[in-house]
Every structure is written in C-alpha cells, then in structure tokens.
C-alpha cells in the first residue's frame, strides 16, 4: 500500500531552500514543522530579520523552530514529539549529529546543489561556476553524518548558461531542487528509490567562499576572470581597484582576439562597456561598483567619472 503522505519535518534556511518547502506544500505533504537558523540583524538599524523559509511557513501556518544549537538532548525530544517520517533538509547551515538524522523511520533526505560527488561541501552552486563548468544540477540524497558523503538517490542536471552568475543559476537550482525532491518522495512511496553509493574517486570539494578570492589577476585568461566575476556575484564580488578604490566588476563578456596591451589595459570606454585587456582575449564589463557607491551600468558610471583608455588597472 502507497502511504499517501508523510509527516516530514523541513529543514532550511535560506531563499534557496523555499522553493523545496513550496513544493512540499503545494503537492500537499504533512510538514508539521520547520527548522531554520535564528532571525538575524540585518540593514543599517541592524534590525532582527526573520529567514525566507521562516516567512514561509508562518504563513502556511506551520510552527517554526529555531535552534541555537542541534546537539542537545532538548533539541531531540522536541523533534521528536512530532512523531516525523521523513526530514527534508535543504541548506539548513549546519552539520546534523546522528541521533537527529536516524530519528524519524525513513531517516533525512537532503536536497544538494551539485552532482554529486562533485562539489560537497558549502559553495557548490558558486564553485561550478568558479570553474568554468557547463553542467551541474541538484541530487536528493540520503544523509549521514559525514559532509555530504550519503547514498545519491535521485539526481537531476541543469546547464549553466554563459551569463549566469551564481546568483541566477542558485535561482534555478532551488526550483529544480523542489521538482526533483516531489519526485524522489514519489518514488518512494512506490518503493521505487533505490540508494546508490557515491564514487570516492570523483569526489570534489566546495569549500565557503571568502573575500580572499575577490582580487583580479589581469595575467589570467578573460574566459577565467569572466568564471571568477560571475562566480562571485552576489558575493563576495570579484574587484579590482581604480585611484585607491575597490572597483567591483558585474556583467563580463569574453572578448576574442589577440592581444596587444599589457593585461589589465583600459582599452575601450563607452556605453557598450569596458574593455579591458588580459593575459588571453579581452574582457568586456557591462557594470561596475566604485566602493561606497551603487551598482550600475559602465554607460552611467561612465556619465559620471570618464575613464580614459590606456588606464592600468593593477595586476
């Protein structure tokens, strides 16, 4: 007999993970709670702002829990007093120990946005594109203890255009992830989601970004910058500096030819971009942000403080 639906309790935090909730919710699981991280402050007031999973599922009326820490045996017990089959997680931001993993009888699935076992870890929709690759997408697997190292149960490509940032692809992963997960729940239902093992031997890692990888190397070839631009946007943004200011590029578009100029020339100037030369090709920056201003077109930024071609941005 097909169980119908499951009382699943979801696990979440981000805007990436509400997409997974949704699909939950309209394919009309029982999710009898939600555990996200704690409010946190944001803005100039540093007011506390509640996380967009939060959000979710206060207006679908779903009591929210908010742990400040998972380890504790209070954590557990309230867990477990909503007698869950299944817990979904997707980026909840923390490692979960194992008596809350096992707890419920079908144990915890999670949605990870990558191939695995490419890209475990933190960052993988951001290190896909750091890299220059063309394909990943979204496996729901079954969780252990370990950094991402469970049994692939269901899994699901998606190309990564040659505009996309990680912002844009993160977008379409976490719709993706919610398609993907309503089909894995179905699948097992019917008995029909068999576990498979991971290949050790494929693996690779996503660690956290940090602002260490914002700073531009000219010398690289334009198709890399282009991957380390887009890669780290929206953050921590790629920069490079302009009259002692952090200048952060948006927008790039590889430019081929030969190149004459020393990497890092200011080639061309208009209100089709900037041009910039590197150590392959050119590099072309639809946007830029000067430090303690607004992101905004090289045409506007350009209204306001022309640059002259032959400009060295430096190396």
């Known amino acids: 007999m097909v169980t119908s639906r499951y009382r699943i309790i979801f696990m979440g935090t981000p805007e990436f993970a509400v997409p997974s909730l949704q699909a939950l919710l309209d394919h009309g699981e029982e999710v009898v709670a939600v ?42 017990e309230e867990l477990r007093s909503y007698h869950p089959d299944l817990m979904v ?6 490692i979960l120990p194992g008596p809350v993993l096992n707890l419920p009888p079908l144990g915890t699935i999670n949605v990870h ?57 993160a977008v379409k992963m976490a719709a993706l992830g919610g398609r993907l997960l309503i089909e894995a729940l179905e699948r097992l239902k019917a008995g029909n989601l068999p ?16 602002k260490d990888l914002s700073a531009i190397d000219w010398h690289k070839p334009a198709r890399e910058i282009s991957c380390q631009i887009r890669g780290l946007d929206p953050w921590p943004m790629a920069h490079t500096t302009l009259e002692g200011k952090w200048l952060r590029l948006f927008a790039p578009q590889v430019v081929a030819g030969p190149v004459r100029e020393a990497p890092g020339t200011l080639c061309r100037a208009n209100k089709n971009g900037l041009v910039v030369a590197t150590g392959e090709d050119y590099l072309r920056l639809g946007e830029v942000q000067l430090e ?20 060295r941005f430096p190396t």
């Open 292 to 311: 303690g201003s607004k992101r905004m077109s090289a045409d506007a930024f350009l209204r306001g403080r022309p640059l002259v071609p032959g400009l």
């Open 195 to 210: 576990p498979q093992k991971q290949d050790e031997s494929l693996v690779t890692l996503a660690p956290p970004l940090s």
């Open 89 to 94: 997680v997707t980026a909840y931001g923390r």
């Open 35 to 76: 555990v996200c991280q704690p409010d946190k402050p944001k803005g100039r007031g540093r007011k506390l702002s509640p996380p967009p999973v939060k959000e979710l599922a206060l207006t679908a009326g779903i009591p929210v829990l908010q742990p400040t820490k998972v380890r504790t045996p209070e954590f557990l």
């Open 113 to 169: 946005g990558s191939l695995l076992p490419r890209y475990r870890g933190a960052a993988p929709v951001q290190w896909a594109v750091l890299n220059g690759d063309t394909e990943t997408g979204i496996t729901i697997m079954q969780m252990d203890e370990g950094m991402d190292t469970g049994d692939i149960l269901l899994p699901g490509s998606l190309a990564i255009e040659a505009d996309d940032t990680a912002g844009t692809l």
